[in-house]
């Protein structure tokens, strides 16, 4: 619960958890918390089935933090310190559901794996992660939204593998469209985060066109040359 609260006339933003034993009856603040900290933007709180007698806190700020709360000893434990939540306003993390000790978050636009407080850096299919959720049914796999789509993570042992699941997938941002005045099937697309694409398949019933790739990063604006279609500016 966030509570908003005037000091020497100032808004200020204070973070305090809370807890319910009946259900979510009935709430009261947990026994001991973290220091007060004005400068924790959000702070998001994640379990494991691994570990039911625990709470996990992402407190974003400049500099994030990781906390596993024990509800039976009310101690918290660092679980990952030094990242920097890029994206995904908190949701950007994840607990492994089969293992309590491992744990993963957005640092910038990447990822990272942090078992046993020590981190590995996890390179996804593509960058800007929004989003990171374990399987309740199969150990060691998670799953992680960034901005390309969806990524499927395999842990085997110290090692996550990432796989693309987006195939088929409508992901893309669409900022801008560009068509040939001469040759009606060249298309081209400036995209969000996933730079240019352009198309030359012929349109038909059922159209379904392969798209190739000019550059990554912001697409933003893309013109195709009005005279020549082969030339495409962005």
Not at 153 to 164: A, D, H, I, Y
Not at 190 to 213: A, K, M, Q, V
């Amino acid at each position: 619960v966030m509570y908003t609260v005037s000091v020497s006339g100032q808004t200020k933003y204070i973070w305090r958890f809370m807890e319910a034993t009946d259900n979510g009856t009935t709430w009261t603040e947990i026994t001991n918390h973290p220091a007060i900290d004005e400068t924790i933007a959000v702070a998001t709180v994640e379990t494991s089935a691994a570990a039911p007698g625990l709470f996990y806190c992402l407190a974003l700020r400049s500099n994030s933090w990781v906390k596993a709360y024990d509800t039976e000893t009310n101690v918290w434990t660092d679980v990952a310190t030094g990242f920097a939540t890029g994206f995904g306003a908190g949701y950007g993390f994840g607990v492994d559901p089969s293992n309590p000790n491992t744990v993963f978050v957005s640092n910038g636009t990447g990822l990272r794996r942090y078992t046993n407080g020590a981190y590995s850096n996890v390179y996804t299919t593509h960058v800007d992660v929004e989003n990171v959720a374990g399987s309740p049914l199969q150990p060691n796999i998670m799953w992680v939204a960034h901005h390309g789509g969806i990524d499927k993570l395999t842990m085997n042992g110290g090692t996550t593998n990432c796989e693309s699941r987006s195939d088929g997938l409508g992901v893309a941002e669409i900022w801008s469209m560009s068509t040939s005045q001469n040759k009606p099937d060249y298309i081209a697309l400036g995209l969000f985060h996933d730079g240019e694409i352009p198309t030359r398949t012929p349109y038909s019933n059922g159209w379904d066109p392969d798209w190739g790739l000019l550059g990554g990063g912001d697409g933003t604006m893309v013109i195709i040359n009005p005279k020549d279609a082969n030339n495409v500016y962005n």
